[in-house]
T-cell receptor, first 117, second 118 residues
Framework: AQSVAQPEDQVNVAEGNPLTVKCTYS??????LFWYVQYPNRGLQFLLK??????LVKGSYGFEAEFNKSQTSFHLKKPSALVSDSALYFC???????????????FGTGTKLQVIP | GAGVSQTPSNKVTEKGKYVELRCDPI?????LYWYRQSLGQGPEFLIY????????DSGLPNDRFFAVRPEGSVSTLKIQRTERGDSAVYLC????????????????FGPGTRLTVL
């Protein structure tokens, strides 16, 4: 069974400082990893994904994430936080099965990011 | 439309009533998903459609929940005999679908329907 853990319910960071939102995963095969952001009363918006290739993935709004296979982690990062980045962030994983077919996506419980002016 | 749309945005009903929640996916997306998001939680998978057929309904909590997608586009999530515990935001998402090795496409989410069962 696949799973995702976001160990921090909330992350507070000062505007202009770098931010990190943590995510670890567990899958049987190779992972497909995603980050989504959710603003209040809005649906989830896709930020970035890791499929294969470079471990550092760049996404929307200046966010990036680093895939670390040995640590089974996919932490979200941004060099300089903005107040407008304050939102709920979800990490998600899907197991890539070589046999093909559908594999559902499992989401983490979310991390609230608060950027302080 | 440009994105996934869901109606109604809010639904308040009484315990025991029947409700229908509608999802209109992005044009051309053959894959459609329903999730339930409770307060303080991530989206919880309910059901997945590939075209008109439900390819995976393993997330439906019980037989009071049912979903259809008769023409491979719009989908309706149906909840019978609603209970207070069904109160949540119901999210719909859609994505492209292709060969197995390309089944890594991100899902595009609608704004959700907030269901409140009194």
């Amino acid at each position: 069974a696949q799973s995702v853990a976001q160990p921090e319910d909330q992350v507070n960071v000062a505007e202009g400082n770098p931010l990190t939102v943590k995510c670890t995963y567990s899958v049987s095969g190779n992972p497909y990893l995603f980050w989504y952001v959710q603003y209040p009363n809005r649906g989830l918006q896709f930020l970035l994904k890791y499929i294969t290739g470079d471990n550092l993935v760049k996404g929307s709004y200046g966010f990036e994430a680093e895939f670390n296979k040995s640590q089974t982690s996919f932490h979200l990062k941004k060099p300089s936080a903005l107040v407008s980045d304050s939102a709920l962030y979800f990490c998600a994983v899907r197991d890539h099965m070589n046999s093909g077919g559908y594999q559902k996506v499992t989401f983490g419980t979310g991390t609230k990011l608060q950027v302080i002016p | 439309g440009a994105g996934v749309s869901q109606t109604p945005s809010n639904k308040v009903t009484e315990k025991g009533k029947y409700v229908e929640l509608r999802c209109d996916p992005i044009s051309g997306h053959t894959a459609l998903y329903w999730y339930r998001q409770s307060l303080g939680q991530g989206p919880e998978f309910l059901i997945y459609f590939q075209g008109t057929g439900a390819a995976d309904d393993s997330g439906l909590p019980n037989d009071r929940f049912f979903a259809v997608r008769p023409e491979g586009s719009v989908s309706t999530l149906k909840i019978q005999r609603t209970e207070r515990g069904d109160s949540a935001v119901y999210l719909c998402a859609s994505s492209f679908w292709g060969l197995a090795e390309n089944n890594n496409n991100e899902q595009f989410f609608g704004p959700g329907t907030r269901l409140t069962v009194l």
